[in-house]
């Protein structure tokens, strides 16, 4: 006997029914299962040079911060790496501290900070010297001016003198503030402080709170001076002679300064090549044959492109310290003209911003020749570098063209193209009578200064117009003998009929646009 079969409808609905069912029990297994997932986090200790706490991942079921902070204590309960109870636990993510109690979903790794209780965050001060000493008080008085907002450069002084006072006998070995290292450890970035005009505290974007000092000896350091600013080259800079090394010099200062000054903590490499890098000392050109002992000052120079991409990207460490006498807003000494001078000829220190000079230069092209720019401080007169160092590019290529002009057109040789459409020009052979510009392709009549008499040589023409020059001069010559200059515009006038009285029509429109005549 064969089994009894179902209707085929009530099959089908029997099919889905257990489908649904199926379904419904993996959706509610699958939203079980995401409300028991544990979570997982890397967290990175900012100080763990000094703490040796390694990067360690917690899982763990919710996103708050709190439960975050005692697992990790957990983590670690005793010994050097020790996190007390009552330790603050701080969270950093994106170069910026965690607030309230939620952990963003995108974070990951986690970085974090202990804070012992009495501890405030502010910054300490490690000394790593091997010759001289530093105390612990002098240390703390170190970390409070840095926290107060001192520059790298008066830091310096202020660990150089201390250590003076503390080490009279061996004060002789501190002669100089540039011999003192400052560099950041722990956060972020861990990096030597090179600019004087840098400062300190703006090193905390890079979430670092450790100060880190040693000092070098007096003949084992540069000083590269652009831009108004100084920057202490502590590295090995030198060849076997015992002299500046020209490319390593240009290599420390493209890839330790130029290219890493930013306020996050990625390094953004330019094109910058060592071309573009020029060096001077004692006013002369630096060369790889140049003689420099160490402990110089060495001046250089970047093309403006990218200094100016420098300044701006060194702006966050560089507290204003000028005022411009023009805009009156409050510039940092790199927003002024370099060396203070305007022109190299200048007597005074300039108070006027780079950008008021520059807009200074662009007002003043409207209104007289380019030859006559001046400093708008001094009587001193611009020239070609003090122009394309403050102006736009728009108005120095302007100014570069009018000059370009003027040379051209000193040259007895040089010819400008004759086509109004062209703005060519060239040099032409003495003796030459037709000529093909470079540019439109037309040629030119050299002798006669028109374009090319087609079909008739130089000769030719001078035949053919000698006619025509005869009857100008004639008519020149009969219109000064029937007529007078007018007194008022100097025109030749001629009477013809009418009373003696003449009535001048340039000097009527004049009164009538109120425009005030300007005396012979």
């Known amino acids: ?22 379904d419904r029990h993996r959706h509610h297994s699958r939203r079980r299962d995401a409300s028991r997932e544990k979570r997982k986090v890397e967290l990175i200790d900012l100080d763990d040079i ?36 009552d330790a603050e636990v701080q969270f950093f993510s994106d ?18 900070r202990v804070l012992r209780e009495g501890d405030d965050g502010s910054f300490r001060v490690v000394w790593r010297g091997n010759s ?59 990096r030597l402080l090179e600019g004087n005009s840098w400062e300190v505290r ?25 831009f108004n600013e100084q920057y202490i080259c502590h590295k090995p800079c030198l060849n076997r002679r015992g002299y500046a090394d020209t490319l390593k010099l240009k290599t ?10 930013y306020s996050d903590n990625k390094a953004r490499r330019r094109h910058i090549n060592f071309e573009d890098i020029k060096l001077t ?13 160490p402990g110089a000052t060495i001046g250089f120079e970047v093309p403006r492109s990218i200094e100016d991409k420098f300044v701006r990207a060194e702006s966050w460490l560089v507290p ?29 220190d300039a108070t006027t911003c780079k950008a008021c000079v520059g807009l200074w230069i662009a007002s003043s092209l409207e209104r007289i020749t380019w030859d006559r720019l001046k400093c708008p401080e001094c009587p001193q007169l611009l020239k070609f570098e003090n122009v394309r160092a403050f102006a736009s590019r728009e108005i120095f290529d302007k100014y570069d063209m009018l000059a370009t002009k003027a040379l051209l057109t000193g040259i007895p040789e040089f010819m400008w193209c004759l086509n109004p459409g062209c703005e060519s020009g060239q040099i032409h052979p003495t003796g030459c009578s037709k000529a093909r510009c470079y540019g439109c392709k037309r040629n030119i009549c050299i002798r006669h200064n028109v374009p090319w008499h087609r079909g008739e040589t130089c000769d030719e023409y001078d035949k053919r117009t000698r006619k025509q020059r005869k009857n100008d001069e004639a008519s020149e010559k009969h219109i000064k003998e029937m007529s007078k200059p007018c007194p008022g515009c100097k025109r030749n006038i001629n009477k013809y009929i009418g009373c003696d009285h003449v009535t001048c029509k340039f000097l009527i429109s004049l009164k009538s646009l109120n425009i005030p005549r300007i005396p012979n």
């Not at 360690?56 to 975050?68: C, E, G, M, Y």
């Not at 004692?282 to 044959?289: E, S, W």
């Not at 204003?320 to 005074?348: F, L, Q």
């Open 281 to 293: 000392y004692n006013g002369k050109p630096v060369t790889r044959a140049s003689h420099i002992r």
């Open 50 to 85: 000094f703490t040796e706490r390694n990067p360690v991942k917690i899982a763990f079921k919710t996103w708050q911060l709190d439960d975050v902070g005692a697992s990790l204590k957990k983590k670690f309960p005793e010994g050097a790496q020790e996190i007390p109870e």
């Open 132 to 190: 001289v000493k530093l105390r612990r008080p002098e240390r703390e008085a170190i970390a409070r001016e840095a926290t107060m907002g001192k520059s790298v450069g008066s830091l310096r002084e202020i660990v150089a003198n201390l250590l003076r006072d503390t080490n009279k006998s061996k004060e002789a070995l501190v002669q100089n503030s540039n011999q003192i290292v400052i560099e950041t450890e722990g956060g972020l970035v861990q």
């Open 95 to 112: 170069n910026k501290r965690l607030e309230g109690d939620d952990i963003p979903k995108d974070s990951h790794p986690l970085f974090y």
């Open 202 to 226: 703006k090193a905390m974007a890079w979430l670092c709170r450790y100060l880190i000092i040693s000092m070098k000896p007096v003949d084992s350091y540069f000083v590269l001076q652009g």
């Open 1 to 22: 006997m064969f089994p009894q079969r179902r209707p085929l409808a009530s099959t089908i609905r029997s099919a889905e029914s257990s489908q649904h069912r199926s």
């Open 320 to 348: 204003t310290s000028e005022t411009c006498i023009v805009c009156g807003d409050e510039k940092r000494v790199s927003e002024m003209p370099n060396r203070k001078r305007i022109t190299a000829a200048c007597n005074h």
């Open 252 to 261: 420390w200062l493209k890839n330790e300064v130029l290219a890493t000054v």
